[in-house]
């Protein structure tokens, strides 16, 4: 009896070190997205630290920014948009949340309301259901993901997959490299921007804002099914909730379904904020990735617009003063880190110039465009120019095609086209003198150096366009971008 | 409900768990209930086929093995044809009915009549050449007296329905099964340890190395024009090795399973790619069908009792035999009688190679030897092998004329990189098969690394333990997309 209760004992201690293992394994050779999307939200929440959570699709991602809304109204919220998210994942996303954190607020984005798909893995349906594991993977097997996996899929054999997501994951192996290991240690690569992703890419397209009128839509689907499951939820559990709809090249579908999610907020007794029908908050030609999505632009005009709106119709609790929200402030340093170490030296023109125009009211730059440039017939180019400030002189360039030089000074623009006398500038960084000789033989010199013409060396003299950033009263980065039917060569001094 | 998923492991473990929670006596009860239970997840409604064949067994065994004394001869013979016809009339119509219309639209295109219509597809239901023969041979077994004929229909049901072997054998014998299922064993964890290593084996060789060796082959045989002759041969040579390890791998789980509840079942792969004939291949390789020809259908016909041609021609229709039994097709049919050819061949050069031998002076079990001979009798076997896989007899054809032309720079090239395979899973199958390359030359040698294993230290153990399962676990091809590339015998 004895040597049985041995072997016993002694098999279960070898079944649970095996489990251990597996375990290990699984953590090692699992995709790191989850992890690094949501791995702050589980930290976070444990301290008690969110107030708000964000819930909505990619627009969300990339449109709502928690470390901006910290920075500037000190609340605190969580960016669990997902890839792909329709409502019916919205709403398990937020069931999933709400087991590890209790929030003040809910901020849910309408997006894809229209969506009349059962299930995730319906053929039919507009996402990818691959996506999910971004939203999902990171949260622990539960009785509450069990639900939400049953609920959201049909097929059951590609449930498993989401319960366990070694079936899937174990045949990276091959691909393993050392943020996988780091997995286990304080190196771990997080997202630390609160689960919100920048884009800072810009659209090459010209587009129009339509508004096509359109009314609601016409019958419930589940989307409105699910919007109302996560507004009864909220209500049930004494959160506050409010419907966005985040900025976008909206058809009329879409237009519908964001009036369809004011009047389901209504009904609930919670505000709406359709960004939609709100005119100017941004530039849908400079502030876009695609048309769907908002570039880090656009993410902070909407943050902004969303920040302003949240003060007035629901405030949170200001925690910028709190110590226990340091980490926080930590988070915001990095972020503003990661922009500054951005606003100079992008490879990629349009790149570069967004991170002009975010940083424009604190820098000085220059902006060169030497004659009969190429660049002139580049669309995108010339309304990124117009987003920065640029006028009548950049439409006599682009017609004439003439050299163009445009100076921003903390915001304040001058700008110069064609050739003709000397001209002088006064910017905080010193006095910058501009002699447009020729449309390629261009003098600017600061402070007087007319010995260091910054816009004429013979290794660049066909650059297309120089950017000239000033810093502490010295050039401080010059970069040249040469064109090739829109594809420019980059150089840099 | 495929070996190689989480629904068997599941129904693997709750069957087990529940077999040595259920009295003694009832286990046969629950164990039928379970393999009745894992079939109809398979076939469905065919599980009523399986039935069917299970009562014409049950009657033809009680009347043909009934005892001299109460019934004649002739009866018991009847009884026993009666049984075998009907089993082997249900198998020929569910396996060979489109193989004998195709035939009949081909005669009559040839004679220029006017052809059949289309046909409807028949099902063909999982395991029933496996299932059938098993049957086969326990009304012959009752027939003969070997063994008593079973009374409780419900045990014989178990023997033909047993779960881990009902999709692809092994073709048990009642004489091995029956005694079991009426005394099962109580639970012992030797014989868990021993099933659940076994099992670990069989998914290395079908997960860890068959399944990456089937993405090359049948890249290659897919488009087998694109390739020069040295991816040829190499094409041909993993097909070979990668029906062995699926065929052995599935065996191996089968075994290991039924080994979990303390059930033995006969071994079904010793080695066979060490053979040193032909003849020794197929005392090696899937001996349960083997044996079972050589018992059920060579010694009838015959055997070697009628002389020396008659043993010839019989060796050729057994092999045909068992070609037809692989499938319902020429290939297969042609594939067995040239392993019959070759037993043939073997016997008539067999003086002539001793004298060979004898003028050389040269040791017949001398290494160099010893290793001509596998080599030989592994290019013979992989040359079948090519009739076996290719779709028809054009593209048989094509790989044996095309596939010994020397491009050895395709070893370095990167080619087989390239034969839609990572790069990174074709490095892994080079110590994969140098691993089953040491164990199976150890277990030829009569060393079972099984037991060295469990002799070690418990600590060595169960580091070897872990590092298996994880091994298994991490590389094995398994999970979304993964079409468990069916076990190839499955649908024989």
Redesign the interface.
Known sequence: MRKKLF?AV??IL?LI??LC??IA?SLL?ERKSSFNKNEMFFKEAKKNHIDALILGSSHVINGINPLQLYEEYGYTSYNLGGYGSVLLSSYWQLMLALDHCTPKLVIIDSYMLENDVRYIDDPNANVSSDELHLNIDRFPLSRMKYHAINDMFENQD?K??YW?D???Y??R??ELDSADFNRFTKDADINRMMGAVMDYEIHSAEYEYVDYQAGTLEQETVGTHYLRMILNTCRDRGIQAVVVTVPFLAMAENQAAAHTADQIAAEYGFPSLNMLEVPGIIDINADMADPGHLNVLGCQKVTSYLGSYLSQTCPLPDHREDPSYEEWNKCLDEYHSELASMTEGNEDLYTQLMMYSLSGSEKTFVVSIRGDSAVYADPTLIRQLRSLGAGEALDMAVSEKCSYLLVSDHGNISEFAGDGEDVYIETAEGSLTYTPASAIYRVLALNGDTENNFLYSDDHAYADVQLLGFSGGNLSSHQYYTCDHFTYDYDEN | MQFVS?SFLLFLLITISIYFIVPKKFRYLWLLIASWGFYYKLSGNLLLMLLAVTVISYISGLLSGSSAKTTSEGKRKGALITGIVLLVLNLGYFKYTGFLLEIVKSIQSALGLEGLGEIAEIILPVGISFYTFQAIGYIIDCYRGTIAPEKNFFRLSLFISFFPQITSGPIERAGNMLPQFKNLADFS?DNMRDGLLLMMWGYFQKIIIADRLAVLVNTVYSSYKDYPGTVLFLATVFYSLEIYLDFAGYSNIAIGSAKIMGIDIMKNFEQPYLSESVAEFWRRWHISLSSWLRDYLYIPLGGNRKGYVRKLINICIVFAISGLWHGAAWTFVFWGFLHGLYQVAGILLKPAREKLLHALNADSNSFSLKLIRIIITFLLVNIGWIFFKAPDFKVSMYMLKNMWTITPWVLFDKTLFNLGL?E??VRLLIPALIVLTIVDILNYKGISVRKKITKRA?CLR?IT??LA??FI????????GYNAASFIYSSF
């Open positions: 072997i002694r098999d070898f070190l095996l293992c597996i394994a050779v590609k498993y997959a366990f070694f079936i899937v174990h045949d192996w091959k | 989480l964890h990572p990174a899973d418990l169960w333990y872990i399962v994880l676990l991490i590389c094995g091809v398994w999970g979304p």
